[in-house]
């Protein structure tokens, strides 16, 4: 399939266009970042990454929060099919790494099934030119504990290994659920493993 009809096609699977910065055919920016899997750190390279296959990146704005539970867990029920699409996940948020290492690790999140990567400074979510909203002093977690940390707001992207953006889903333009962020992304990579 020549590379503009799996753009269309993609781009067809997406009900509502999204208005945020990187558009489908933009290349993705490179990135590494610290990470955790399981509980256990490293860093994490997206060009590593994109040799192997496609990419989600998905960026959310707290672990142990609602929406972005729901989206950890089911990005972890449906990893199997990301992983015979050829995929990987990267989750990215604004949370620490000892956050990370609790959430990645946490049966009823990630499920140690995936990873997740830390951006406290906001570059990555500033180099997608994604918006970064400070969060209340005192808002807690489902845990009950500090979050403490500016949210990046919800965006996925499917990139592609030639590190262009195959799909771009955003829950404020696209008005989709955190579930259907991973259902729609893994929509869109199975179609690209056919």
Not at 43 to 54: D, N, R, V, Y
């Amino acid at each position: 399939m020549n590379k503009a009809l799996l753009c269309l096609t993609l781009s067809s699977l997406l009900s509502v266009p999204s208005s945020a910065a990187l558009k489908v055919s933009d290349k993705a920016p490179e990135f590494s970042a610290p990470a955790s899997l399981a509980g256990k750190e490293f860093e994490f390279s997206l060009k590593t990454a994109l040799k192997k296959g496609p990419v989600v990146v998905y960026f959310y704005p707290s672990a142990f929060t609602k929406g972005c539970d729901i989206e950890a867990h089911t990005f972890a029920q449906d990893k199997e099919k990301f992983d015979a699409a050829g995929a990987t996940i990267i989750g990215v948020s604004a949370d620490s790494v000892a956050r990370l290492n609790a959430f990645s690790a946490d049966p009823e999140y990630c499920a140690g099934k995936f990873p997740v990567a830390s951006d406290e400074n906001h570059k990555i979510a500033g180099s997608y030119d994604l918006t970064v909203n400070e969060g209340k002093p005192d808002m807690k977690d489902v845990r009950g504990e500090a979050i403490g940390h500016a949210f990046i707001e919800r965006v996925t992207y499917v990139i592609g290994k030639d590190h262009k953006i195959l799909a771009t889903l955003s829950s404020k333009d696209d008005k989709i659920s955190p579930a259907e962020h991973v259902e729609k992304a893994l929509e869109i990579v199975q179609k690209l493993a056919k």
